[in-house]
């Protein structure tokens, strides 16, 4: 999302959150509305015809500070259809975690 922002995956098996975004600069001190490191979520769809919702855990909207959203878009699998047709350019949302939590419908399947 920034230029010059070291990113690691998470370690395995870790729940809540797959990216760690951190400041290149050892020495750097984050300001008072800054963090030392960000947790990012990714939930990605292939799908063209996706119902564009994917699903976040009530336990896990305080794991994460962005949720990222790809709709990758190459091609439709509802019904019959098989993904040979319906590809388009991919999609990207970077949403935060207020938003998420604001959002959220946790009686939703």
Known sequence: MRRNILTYKAPPGNEG?????LNPDARHQPGPDEKAQIRVQVKSRYASDCGRSFPVKDKSLDAFDYLVVPFLNIGNYN???DGSS???????????????KEHHQSSSS
């Open 86 to 100: 319906g590809a388009r350019e991919p999609e990207f949302f970077t949403l935060p975690q207020a938003f998420i």
């Open 17 to 21: 959150y797959d990216l760690v975004c």
């Open 79 to 81: 019904g019959k259809n």
